[in-house]
C-alpha cells in the first residue's frame, strides 16, 4: 500500500472507503479490509496535519523573529 | 489683488493639511497592511483545524462503520483454517479447528456438534 499520498488524496480515498461501508453492500472480509484501510488512510492524514502545524508554527516563528514592529 | 502675506499664509495652511492628510492615509495603510498581516497569520492554522475537524467527523463514521464496532456489541468473528470467515455452520464438520476473534483478542477453538 503507498503511502506517498497526498493529504486530499488520501482523504478522498477514505471518503470513497466510507461510502461503501455505509452502502452496505461490502462482506465481512471485504469490510474488515476496508475499515483496516481507512484507518491507515486516517493515521496518514493525522500524520500530514500535524506535520503541516508544526511547518506553520515553525515559519510564524521566523516570521516573528525578522518582523520589524511588534 | 490678494497681499503677498495672504498667499504665503494660505500656502502653509495648505502643506499642513497635505502633511496631515499624508500621515493619515499612511497610518490607515499601516493598519489595514497590519489586519491583513494578522489573517494571514492565522489562516493555515484555521484551515488545519478544519481540515481535522472533518477528518476527524469521516474518521467517526468509519468506526462506526468497523466491524469492530460489531464486535464490541458481542458478536464474534470465526475463521477456518484457511483464514475465511465462516457464515454457514452446515459446511463445518465436527473436529475443524476454527479461530474465534473478539473485540478484546481471540481464542481458538473446536468444532463440536453443528446446528444448521
Known amino acids: 500500500m503507498s503511502d506517498d499520498l497526498g493529504f486530499e488524496e488520501a482523504r478522498r480515498e477514505l471518503e470513497r472507503i ?9 462482506g465481512l472480509e471485504e469490510a474488515v479490509a476496508l475499515w483496516e484501510r481507512g484507518e491507515e488512510l486516517y493515521r496518514l ?26 | 489683488v490678494p497681499d503677498e502675506d495672504e ?4 500656502l502653509d495652511r495648505l502643506r499642513a493639511t497635505l502633511a496631515s492628510d499624508a500621515r493619515r492615509t499612511l497610518e490607515r495603510a499601516r493598519q489595514a ?8 497569520d492565522r489562516a493555515p492554522a484555521l484551515l488545519v483545524e478544519r481540515k481535522r475537524g472533518g477528518l476527524e467527523a469521516l474518521a467517526g463514521r468509519l468506526r462506526t462503520l468497523s466491524p469492530r464496532a ?10 477456518a483454517g484457511d483464514g475465511r470467515i465462516v457464515r454457514a455452520a452446515g459446511p463445518l464438520a465436527p473436529g475443524t ?7 478484546e483478542g481471540g481464542f481458538g477453538a473446536t468444532v463440536e456438534d453443528v446446528r444448521s
Not at chain 2, 460489531?70 to 475463521?79: D, F, N
Open chain 2, 33 to 40: 497592511l497590519a489586519a491583513d498581516r494578522e489573517r494571514l
Open chain 1, 45 to 70: 492524514c493525522v500524520a500530514k496535519l500535524d506535520a503541516a502545524e508544526g511547518k506553520i508554527e515553525e515559519l510564524g516563528r521566523r516570521a516573528e523573529a525578522v518582523r520589524p514592529d511588534a
Open chain 2, 7 to 10: 498667499l504665503r499664509e494660505r
Open chain 2, 97 to 103: 479447528r476454527v479461530d474465534v476473534e473478539l473485540a
Open chain 1, 18 to 26: 466510507v461510502a461503501q461501508l455505509e452502502s452496505g453492500q461490502a
Open chain 2, 70 to 79: 460489531t464486535l464490541a456489541r458481542g458478536y464474534a468473528i470465526v475463521r
